[in-house]
């Protein structure tokens, strides 16, 4: 069988996905490292930036990654700036210091690949939930509700996706345990637990 080819859509991890999934391995391989494997992963240098702040819930390798995947704007503080203050700030998804900088700077590379032509949508993969549940008008949900560059998931639509493109290797119990590991985490019940490796 010939072996499947990576999408070219675009995926823009958030910092909190990428630590939700950071030790989880399944497939012999860690969660987070399949988003290299099945998109074109590209993230804002605030990711890396939070990444390093926290490095203590990174997994090996994975600073290094995200350095390397970092978006080129062009012209960088001029377009990034302009991005900010024409669309994201908009929505109430301001700057305050370095906090939000991440999710910011990540709408903003969103935005950019959608108006400079390179892609024509996005996934952007966040497990922040106040900004993406549309009840509570979430900032993110409105940036992309309103301009429909995309879709937004979180680490555990990732975890269903790869359960259906993959079911011969993903199997169903190794998709509940990474689901049960993830969900506990985004509640805040288990931010520092050790998940068991799945190789079934």
């Known amino acids: 069988m010939p072996k ?29 490292l ?8 590209r993230l804002s ?4 930036n939070e990444l390093h702040d926290h ?8 600073e290094n990654k995200c350095k390397n995947s970092v978006w ?9 700036k302009m991005l900010e203050q ?8 301001k700057l305050n210091g370095r906090k939000n900088q991440g999710e910011c700077h990540n ?26 549940d549309p009840k509570r008008d979430g900032s993110l949900f409105r940036v992309f509700n309103n301009f429909r560059i ?18 011969n290797r993903f199997h169903f119990q190794i998709a509940k345990d990474a689901l049960k590991d993830i969900n506990g985490r985004i509640g805040g019940k288990t931010k520092n637990d050790v998940p068991a490796e799945r190789y079934y």
């Open 4 to 32: 499947q080819q990576k999408s070219t859509l675009l995926c823009i991890p958030d910092t909190n996905s990428l630590i939700h999934m950071r030790d989880i391995d399944v497939a012999n391989k860690k969660l987070w």
């Open 150 to 167: 995309g879709e937004i998931w979180s680490s555990l639509d990732f975890v269903l996706y790869l359960f259906a493109r993959h079911r």
């Open 55 to 62: 490095s203590e819930l990174t997994d090996q390798g994975m």
């Open 107 to 132: 709408c903003c590379v969103a935005l950019d690949a959608i108006l400079s032509g390179t892609h024509r949508q996005v996934i952007f993969l966040t497990n922040e939930l106040k900004t993406t």
């Open 45 to 48: 240098e605030a990711i890396c």
């Open 86 to 93: 024409v669309f994201v700030e908009q929505f109430n998804l």
């Open 72 to 80: 080129n704007f062009s012209k960088p503080r001029s377009r990034l």
């Open 34 to 41: 399949w988003l290299w494997e099945e998109f074109d992963v």
